[in-house]
């Protein structure tokens, strides 16, 4: 209708002026003009008829947001505006991947937080009830029991105090005071808060190498003192009988130290490592229950270092040993 309209007027008009005097000349302007008028009507057109039906689908698949719809971005280039369409779908479906992997990492949390307390729960329960049914009354078996229970306890203080402690991490709940301290000092006290613990399973605590000069870097004390607790504690627990745990720091780049602690144990498959440091993850469940803790330890490592903007790694060879290493920025 438009193209019909405007090439009758163009035609009245340009006979009524044009013809009668310049003849072949006025005809091609005529036809010039009509071809670029009708192009553009056809192009502006075309456009209009592909965003209406192109927004109608925005409007009816609810997934699919109007407002990321821009008038620019419609073309009648079919193979430019195939390719858009599949950016758009494969943008659309990483975030539903996402939302998936999200979703299904909620499940497995809460799973995972509804077992690890139903446990030490039950554990607890079981003792009481015992005890409320006639045990009490004898001194040996309600003494073995509350201490039995009082261990259940605190496993559940534990886990509680870990969850709250991610909680805050994540939501930025806890501040970190950033300030210099000396590394050499603050792993040798954490070696001698658990000397004892290692001299059960006959392990030794040590440096690589005599640090006769202190090492300063920036950080959080007691929260990089929290890393090497779990660290360390980890590599006692999973540590071979007789063997050693090793602390060392290097410089990794001009402004940056390396922490390392490494063991001598089991060490961890490869297929684990990925999925080490989640909430809960344990590679192999009946031990590591065995040998208590939250199942957090390493998830919480991975947030504090990660609240300093700095690097946690594993290196590991099953059968070997372990190596956790992060990184902490230098006090100049």
């Known amino acids: 209708m438009y ?9 009245v008009f340009s006979y009524l002026s044009f013809f009668k005097s310049l003849g072949l000349v006025a005809i091609i302007i005529f036809g010039i003009l009509l071809f670029t008028i009708s192009f553009f009507v056809i192009q502006y057109r075309a456009e209009h008829f592909i965003y209406q039906r192109v927004k109608k689908l925005y409007q009816d698949i609810s997934i699919l947001d109007i407002q990321d719809l821009k008038r620019d971005k419609i073309t009648t280039d079919i193979e430019d505006f195939t390719k858009t369409v599949q950016e758009y779908v494969e943008d659309k479906k990483e975030e539903i991947a996402n939302l998936t992997e999200r979703d299904s990492f909620r499940r497995d949390f ?5 077992h690890e307390l139903k446990t030490p729960l039950f554990t607890v329960q079981g003792y009481i009830l015992t005890l409320i049914e006639g045990a009490a009354n004898d001194k040996v ?4 029991y509350l201490e039995r229970a009082n261990k259940g306890v605190e496993r559940l203080t534990s886990i509680v105090k870990d969850l709250d402690m991610i909680a805050k991490l994540e939501t930025d709940g806890m501040k970190m005071k950033i300030e210099p301290f000396n590394i050499i000092e603050l792993i040798q006290t954490v070696f001698d808060l658990f000397e004892m613990k290692a001299k059960k399973r006959n392990i030794q605590l040590v440096f690589d190498k005599v640090y006769d000069f202190p090492l ?3 950080g959080d004390v007691e929260r990089i003192e929290q890393v090497l607790i779990n660290l360390i504690v980890n590599s006692i627990k999973y540590g071979k009988v007789d063997g050693v745990t090793t602390a060392s720091v290097e410089s990794y ?16 498959k490869q297929e684990h490592i990925p999925r080490l440091f989640e909430r809960f993850y344990r590679v192999d469940q009946s031990r590591s229950r ?7 330890g390493l998830s919480i490592v991975k947030h504090i270092i990660e609240a300093h903007n700095e690097t946690i790694l594993l290196k590991s060879i099953f059968g070997e040993g372990s190596e956790f290493s992060f990184t902490l920025e230098k006090a100049i």
């Open 216 to 218: 300063f870097v920036k």
């Open 253 to 268: 780049n001009e402004n940056k130290f390396v922490i390392k602690i490494s063991d001598d144990g089991e060490g961890i």
């Open 141 to 144: 078996i309600r003494d073995k």
């Open 290 to 296: 065995e040998q208590g803790g939250s199942g957090l």
């Open 3 to 11: 193209l019909t309209v405007i090439s009758v007027v163009i035609a």
């Open 110 to 114: 809460l799973g995972n937080v509804a």
